[in-house]
């Protein structure tokens, strides 16, 4: 059985009241530079500054005033006076390999929502195309986050999020059992320093009583018995059994996989640039790969929502991107903290707009530590900063004083896709009707992905008529990770297969075998990091120094290019110049 979020009814009337009172609110606080108004059933910001945590919390002020009021939500029209954002990246060639394709749903975006949407529309006899402007699935947030599947711990009644957060959460081990994808539901533990209050602890524990999130309450004792390397600063904590861990690029993956067995196309390198629409519906869809016709468009574009949302003439809500930095630490690390903990305070600072993260033993022993949270007006800028990784660390340190940044190997940062009112956006178009939206997916949008993939084809089906898919096949083999088999099971497949008996990558125990299969999926792989992400060759300590030119070689000869030919990643990122001798 499914819920949907429960959407309180809109207060009619006196509009010109709160819309009033918001101005002089703005006024007040930001010195008459931003005002708002209504346009059709949504609320414009307008105005503009040089100082872009200005403009985010100019949108605060106004989405928490409209809240209730409007059908749509807060659209930013404000000017950002300051170095303008990057463009938003796109393959840089052009060809007709979709030209007047004609599917029953195109899917725009290739993440974690867009690859489970696409997935889930094959359970019917759909003409399914899912269209990433990356060279793989998973490149952006879904490869860039914290991999928990959380218990939802921060959420809220009220919010769409927590209804997702807690019908994905449930469904993970299913989907990962299917998905054959490595998946831990091994808890979280919450530790609360030794100042604070034991009745604390029980207040808090009432409201995750109130949240339906399964907890328990573990004395000093109890807890240094699991996790004996905790700060000594620490006391108590709360365990909550329904937390997990899932490595979230093989999730997606996995997904996109399992689509195209069913039937489904996942379009690579293929942005969408346009859209011509009549009236209330999407005539046609411009990519640099031809133009396109579909029934129905998914827009699951990530921290490009609202630019798709703006293609379709539906813009009535606005992202503004907040980046996250995350630290992976060796695998030596990993047993000083053999479960995810967080410490409370440090994790749930008011208004910090993030789970607060923590220390992360993800499904590979690896320790993770982060994420911050930081708004900025990019939506591609993965850099990372040296004072988001010390301030990170500085903060998990209170959770175990054995972590030190000497065991970082490497780190990396994501963008999260928020809306001004935090929330998901997932419903049909409200001025275009053939759209559906899948947007605002920031965190919990891992957890919620499985649920928000069910809601959306229900949204879909409403539009088409389809009967159900009867060869649909849920299974997707996984790539065989010969290490972690049997002693006799790995001397089988080593003996049909010798490749299986070639370590090439040291550090994480990977064999020519398993580059070669990544090689040869459903889904194209023709990158080092592309093969990176689908068998953890390159992951360890060494990243990649050692294996990383054996790869590349590999490469080439399976896809019969030059050296010189092979990528890292996408267009533009080969790794050789030339031969020098
Ligand atoms: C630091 C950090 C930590 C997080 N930790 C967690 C966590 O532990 N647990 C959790 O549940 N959630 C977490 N999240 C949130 C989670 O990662 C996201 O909610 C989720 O990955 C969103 O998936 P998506 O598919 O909507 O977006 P994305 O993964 O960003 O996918 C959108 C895709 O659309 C493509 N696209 C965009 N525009 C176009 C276009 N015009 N044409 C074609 N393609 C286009 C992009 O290239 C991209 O691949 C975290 C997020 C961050 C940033």
Redesign the pocket.
Known sequence: MWRAARRPPLQVGGSMDWIARTNQQLGERFGGRFTVRTEREHLVLEGESGDWQEIVNAGFLAAKAAKHKIAGCLVNDTKFTGKPPAP???PGFEDQALEGARPDVLV?????????IARELTRWKLDVLL????CD??????????????PGLDLSKGKQKYWY?RR?NAAYDRVCDELQVPFAREGQYLCFPKKVPTALLYITKLYWNYLGVPNKVLGKKALFRILPNLHPDLGCGLYFPTAGCVC?YNL?IAYAENAIQNGAMVSLD????GMEAEGDQIKAVR?NRGTIYPKVVVN??????E??AK?AGDRFFSIHP?????SILDKKAGPIVRYNASTLLTGHAKGAH??G?GV?QTVHHNLLL??D?VETPEKESFATARESISTVFDKQRKTSDKLHQGQIITY??????ATFEEDFVIRRGLYTKNIVH??G?????????PA?AEDIAKLVLEQIEAVPNGDFDPIRPAIVHAAELPEAERDALIASNPDYGVILCRCEQVSRGEILAALRRPLPCDSVDGVKRRVRVGMGRCQGGFCGPLVAQIIAKELGIPLEQVRKSGAGSEILLGATK
């Open positions: 938003m990246r796109v725009v975006g290739g993440g974690v929502v867009g690859c489970a269209a990433e402007k990356e699935v998973a490149l952006q947030t879904s490869s860039r986050n914290d991999g928990m599947v959380h957060n994905g979230p997606t293929t942005a969408v640039l990519t699951a574009a990530g921290v490009f929502a630019d798709i293609m907040r980046r996250g930095t995350n993030t789970k993260g992360i982060g994420p949270a990396f940062a994501g963008v999260r896709a899948a947007a997916i920031q965190s919990p949008g891992l957890t919620a992905a928000i």
